[in-house]
């Protein structure tokens, strides 16, 4: 079973950048798809971006379209999720989690089999 953990998070005043990273054992990361997850304070938890087994294809929410970009290198068992540009909304405890597939981009939360504990973002002056 796929263990995540995430690190890299912080407060950090808007316009500013953070990555975040996701490293992962007990498995062979290149057989999983990962997403990046948040949720804010009282608000239900989104998906942020997601990256296919290889890297070959990715997918983001609009609101972080622009100016965050995932990343992975399988041989690191890390997944990254470069953020720049960050506003006061981007403020939350963001996840990364996994499913296995291959050559798939979806990972809808529902479907995601294993989650780490989250790292948390706070953006504000």
């Known amino acids: 079973q796929l263990q995540l953990v995430e690190s890299g998070g912080g407060l950090v005043q808007p316009g500013g950048s953070l990555r975040l990273s996701c490293v992962t054992s007990?498995?062979?990361?290149?057989?999983?798809?990962i997403g990046w997850f948040r949720q804010a304070p009282g608000k239900e938890r989104e998906g942020v971006s997601c990256?296919?087994?290889?890297?070959?294809?990715?997918q983001y929410v609009d609101s972080v379209k622009g100016r965050f970009t995932i990343s992975r290198d399988n041989a690191k068992n890390t997944v990254y999720l470069q953020m720049n540009s960050l506003k006061p909304e981007d403020t939350g405890v963001y996840y990364c989690?996994?499913?296995?597939?291959?050559?798939?981009?979806?990972?809808?939360?529902?479907?995601?089999?294993?989650w780490g504990k989250g790292t948390l973002v706070t953006v504000s002056s």
């Open positions: 989690a996994g499913r296995r597939a291959w050559g798939s981009v979806f990972c809808p939360a529902s479907g995601m089999t294993a």
């Open positions: 990256i296919s087994d290889y890297g070959g294809s990715t």
């Open positions: 007990g498995d062979t990361l290149s057989g999983y798809t």
